[in-house]
């Protein structure tokens, strides 16, 4: 079996993708993510769990969620979020099944270890803009100022995507809102949306499902019942990169963790493990601009980065096998850092202006 990696989030066995239910709770930063415990593939899925106290060092934990319920009866417990609210930890999560197709479901925790469904599941049983529900998933809970709490999630029918807005006072019962954003020019479902504050702006965040798989930034103006965009950037142009969730931590601090892997790769035949998380990020705005940048906790595993770029009439330019990504005018680029764990590579230029992530076996 080979050896895991050192400072990210990675199984024992079995596959990985999405980072679910970000958060600190009683002492110590947990992570969830969508886990096929059984084999380095996707199948029925479950959430995985792991801890950590510097988000540096992680502990797996007992899987947190089975797909035990009629309600998740096809392909499991998909995507979602956490939030805490009077010391109870509460997971929203997509729930998959024959009868009811996505619908959204909650559970609680009080320990942090132990999950108990809510037996008035699922909260919200029917998309608002697809009769049978079939892309309708991956909530994001949180509070808004004085008023209760917010829901974002993706949507999609016909190739039109929508980013769906839903309140609620008590985390339980769920009144929709209305599409805060709505395109045919990212893909036909905005996977895994985030919304959150920064700096007097709000940005809201998706993962394409068109050719690019991007992971969509747009910074704009959030009233909480309209979303107006001002900017549209793509901050992390890794090609391994996708599902990025952030939350608040103590120190205030918007954190972010993506997937590390990528749909297109495969993965060989004989592997015990697929799929890891990303370094903890630390979101910022910079002049309008959002930046991502490894945790102060992590920042001593990072090395200096120039070698990874060429130098050429004029430019640096970063390439991967045959692909220029991206290219700067030699006077724009003020610092590259890298991070390796074992196959994992992330690149950051310009204190996290844009990142690279990557898989290099």
């Known amino acids: 079996m080979s050896a895991r990696l050192a400072y990210h989030i990675e199984a024992e066995k079995g596959w990985i993708n999405d980072p679910n239910g970000l958060c600190w709770f009683s002492g110590e930063y947990h992570a969830f993510f969508q886990h096929n415990p059984f084999a380095a593939k996707w199948d029925t899925m479950h959430w995985g769990h792991a801890v950590s106290k510097d988000l540096v060092h992680w502990e797996e934990l007992p899987i947190a969620?089975?797909?035990?319920?009629?309600?998740?009866?096809?392909?499991?417990?998909?995507?979602?979020?956490?939030?805490?609210?009077?010391?109870?930890?509460?997971?929203?999560?997509?729930?998959?099944?024959?009868?009811?197709?996505?619908?959204?479901?909650?559970?609680?925790?009080?320990?942090?270890?132990?999950?108990?469904?809510?037996?008035?599941?699922?909260?919200?049983?029917?998309?608002?803009?697809?009769p049978v529900s079939k892309d309708f998933r991956d909530p994001k809970i949180f509070p808004y100022k004085d008023d209760g709490y917010r829901m974002v999630c993706g949507a999609g029918i016909g190739g039109e995507a929508s980013v769906l807005l839903y309140r609620s006072d008590d985390l339980l019962h769920w009144e929709y809102m209305g599409p805060?954003?709505?395109?045919?020019?990212?893909?036909?479902?905005?996977?895994?949306?985030?919304?959150?504050?920064?700096?007097?702006?709000?940005?809201?965040?998706?993962?394409?499902?068109?050719?690019?798989?991007?992971?969509?930034?747009?910074?704009?103006?959030?009233?909480?019942?309209?979303?107006?965009?001002?900017?549209?950037?793509?901050?992390?142009?890794?090609?391994?990169?996708?599902?990025?969730?952030?939350?608040?931590?103590?120190?205030?601090?918007?954190?972010?963790?993506?997937?590390?892997?990528?749909?297109?790769?495969?993965?060989?035949?004989?592997?015990?493990?697929a799929g890891a998380l990303t370094i903890p990020r630390e979101v910022t705005l910079v002049d309008g601009k959002v930046h991502n940048y490894p945790v102060e906790e992590a920042q001593a595993l990072l090395r200096d980065g120039v070698e990874y770029l060429r130098h050429e009439d004029g430019l640096?330019?970063?390439?991967?096998?045959?692909?220029?990504?991206?290219?700067?005018?030699?006077?724009?680029?003020?610092?590259?850092?890298?991070?390796?764990?074992?196959?994992?590579?992330?690149?950051?230029?310009?204190?996290?202006?844009?990142?690279?992530?990557?898989?290099?076996?």
């Open 316 to 361: 640096f330019v970063l390439q991967d096998e045959d692909k220029i990504l991206a290219s700067w005018p030699e006077d724009q680029v003020k610092d590259v850092k890298y991070l390796l764990d074992r196959n994992v590579l992330e690149i950051f230029v310009n204190h996290g202006e844009s990142s690279y992530s990557f898989l290099t076996e």
């Open 65 to 130: 969620l089975y797909p035990t319920e009629p309600y998740e009866n096809s392909d499991g417990c998909f995507s979602g979020s956490a939030l805490v609210k009077d010391g109870v930890l509460y997971l929203m999560y997509t729930a998959v099944s024959k009868e009811l197709g996505q619908t959204q479901c909650i559970a609680t925790s009080r320990d942090g270890r132990t999950f108990e469904k809510y037996e008035g599941n699922p909260v919200i049983a029917q998309s608002p803009v697809d």
């Open 180 to 273: 805060i954003f709505q395109s045919r020019d990212f893909g036909p479902v905005p996977e895994c949306p985030d919304l959150f504050e920064l700096d007097g702006k709000w940005v809201l965040v998706f993962s394409r499902m068109d050719e690019s798989r991007a992971s969509q930034f747009i910074v704009g103006r959030f009233d909480g019942a309209s979303f107006t965009p001002e900017s549209y950037q793509i901050v992390e142009k890794g090609k391994d990169f996708y599902a990025p969730q952030t939350f608040l931590d103590p120190k205030g601090r918007r954190i972010l963790i993506g997937w590390l892997h990528g749909w297109e790769r495969e993965t060989p035949p004989d592997a015990v493990r």
